[in-house]
């Protein structure tokens, strides 16, 4: 457990991409200035908190500082996750072979329509809400993708946390209160249109 | 058109959700700050690019701050887009009501299989991947959904710029290149469950 600020987790985050598409050997602060326009005072106070050796005269060693950041920010270990609220969204997810392979095991699905859960075709095992919590606890799953309908978003998040959830991605256009130490990323198409429109009218 | 630099654009975006949550009259840019951590003058700074009268000697008059900052991005002109590859994902957003609450009016969903097409129920018109350009043209749609396969992205996006879109929400989970002037916003669940899990082994 390592305490990261999170602006600095969210550029590492970004680093690990870059240098998954990088085809050098060694990389350095400036370099990755030019390519990311974070200073490389920024940049080298960011990798001053990855543990490992990827240092070298020439520059950081591009494979070995992208293993070291996973590492540290425990990206190399596979985590299971759930999906709640199977309508169409939830349920396109159940079918995305891309979270394996990125180390995410989807290993249950829930919605509280039983008859939905009976009619899905689905390569995950499905549940009824009611049992949430006790899969949730038998599984140690951390992770959950929020699909519900707006009006029960909230109150679905509360029944997640308390079963233990500790990071929701959440798909409902509301703003979740969640208890301190569970995380909560919004993922919301609307606002993309927006950022998107704006963006395009603005420039 | 203004000219806004994007950080700008991004806050005076948050800063419309939040108005629009409160339920006050007037508030003032530390006010602002205290709710949203950025600086009071970075507030007033973003806040000079935005035409209207909104001020007064107690504050900001929120509902009319709220509705320039909207008139200046643009967001209180319906916006037509299209959603482009119609399996799982792309289906499910076909039937999602929000947008049109939104101001967003999805006029037309593109696949590449004409039985695809035959075969789904949608409210919204589909058509033939080999039509886009003519429908996008006739249709003047700016904003498409990109919900292809990984590997037919790139092209895809191409043909959608050739037909004039200049904003894309991009699912795939591939890193589009796309001339000068078009905007793309990627929208990755693996790459929020990272930066959840991230964000949790790091706090």
Redesign the interface.
């Known amino acids: 457990?390592?305490?990261?600020p999170?602006p600095s987790?969210?550029r590492?985050?970004s680093l690990t991409?870059l240098l998954d598409?990088l085809d050098v050997q060694f990389i350095t602060s400036s370099e990755i200035e030019s390519r990311t326009g974070w200073s490389s005072n920024t940049i080298r106070k960011d990798i001053s908190y990855i543990e490992g050796s990827f240092a070298s005269p020439v520059g950081y060693d591009r494979q070995k500082l992208a293993t070291a950041i996973k590492s540290?920010?425990?990206?190399d270990k596979v985590?299971r996750?759930c999906v709640v609220g199977l309508?169409?969204?939830g349920?396109?997810?159940l079918?995305?072979s891309?979270?394996r392979e990125?180390g995410?095991e989807l290993v249950a699905g829930f919605d509280s329509s039983v008859n939905r859960i009976e009619i899905l075709h689905s390569p995950v095992p499905l549940y009824p809400a009611y049992k949430m919590g006790e899969v949730i606890s038998r599984f140690q799953i951390?992770?959950a993708?929020l699909c519900v309908p707006p009006e029960e978003a909230q109150k679905t998040a509360e029944r997640l946390v308390t079963a233990g959830i500790?990071?929701?991605?959440n798909f409902a256009?509301v703003?979740l209160q969640v208890p301190e130490?569970v995380?909560v990323?919004n993922?919301n198409?609307?606002?993309?249109?927006?950022?998107?429109?704006?963006?395009?009218?603005?420039?």
């Open positions: 457990m390592n305490l990261i999170e987790v969210e590492l985050l991409r598409h540290t920010l425990g990206l985590q996750f309508g169409r969204l349920s396109a997810y079918h995305y891309v979270f990125e995410y951390t992770l993708l500790k990071g929701i991605i256009p703003v130490g995380h990323r993922v198409v609307v606002d993309e249109l927006r950022a998107i429109s704006a963006t395009i009218q603005c420039s």
